[in-house]
């Protein structure tokens, strides 16, 4: 858990440590840094679609350069990214920063965001191998960024290869009502005492500290098709509460035109079926007397 309050010590690149533990206690607690999953749910999704045609270059120089249009090339490029905005009422974790106090060397204060968490995600390239990066990802960031103050963000800039992300918009652009729901890996720190006690389930705290890598591990594009069941908003009891209670229905509108349909047909039905049942009875009256005379 995060305490506003608190300050930690930098001891390495992959550890914090609370400053001024309690005496009683052999150890400062750590925040220690690793791969960390984080599930982010998107809402106001957009499908970007942009071309390149030049670029011009900056005569460091001579600003003034007497030849401008040799600084003009050629620079035909597509951009492809689906972007959209953390929904933070469905997002179970939260991100906060490490922010070195000013004047003092390795002492940071804990800070929270409080605009939104914008996520992209456009087409990258495989990573060439080095001494810290294998090969073959694609790789992303996270990073706050600050525009005044009062109005900060977080950003998540992903990239996948161009295949998947022609096909996630081909899967938006077929079902405007879909949802996205991504899952990233964030090279972050976490509590340990909530790394030892936490369940599963729980929520979470992470900590970055300026840029930091990340990567896409899956993405959903969630459309909903078909009768689906939903729990209704009230408290319930099992062994109390009938089976018919606990779930209500959601139809779609598909489903819906389909039932008033049904409906119009039943009432023109009725007045057939009422007539039909007059003729079996006459039938039957005509029998018995027949018998019975």
Known sequence: M?????????VSDGVFQEVGPPEDR?????WRRNINHINLPLKNIKIVTGCNVHETDIDWEDEKSEKPLKLVKADISEQLAIRGIVDDNQMRDHIYFAVEDE???NIFSVEDASG????????????????????????GSAFRMNFKPGEDEIYFELTIPRDQ?????????????????ICTSLLSFTYEVDD????????????????????????????KIGQHF?????????????????????LTPEQKSKQDLLKILQSYLQPLNRLATAIWVLIIVIILYAIFK
Do not use: Q
């Not at 995060?2 to 930098?10: C, Q, T, V």
């Open 230 to 250: 939903l729990k209704t908003d009230s408290e319930y009891n099992y062994e109390e509460v009938e089976d018919g209670d606990i779930f209500k229905k959601e």
């Open 2 to 10: 995060i305490l506003r309050d608190r300050k930690l010590l930098k």
């Open 26 to 30: 052999s150890r400062p607690l750590e």
């Open 116 to 139: 939104d968490t914008n996520i992209s995600i456009k087409v990258g390239s495989p990573t060439d191998e080095t001494n810290t990066m294998p090969k073959g990802l694609y790789r």
């Open 103 to 105: 004047g003092k060397e």
């Open 165 to 181: 992300l022609l096909s996630l918009i081909s899967a938006l652009r077929a079902d405007s009502n879909s949802s996205i729901e």
């Open 196 to 223: 030892a006690l936490r369940e599963h389930y729980h929520p979470r705290d992470l900590i970055i500290n300026e840029t930091t890598p990340c990567f896409l591990s899956w993405i959903n594009v969630i459309s």
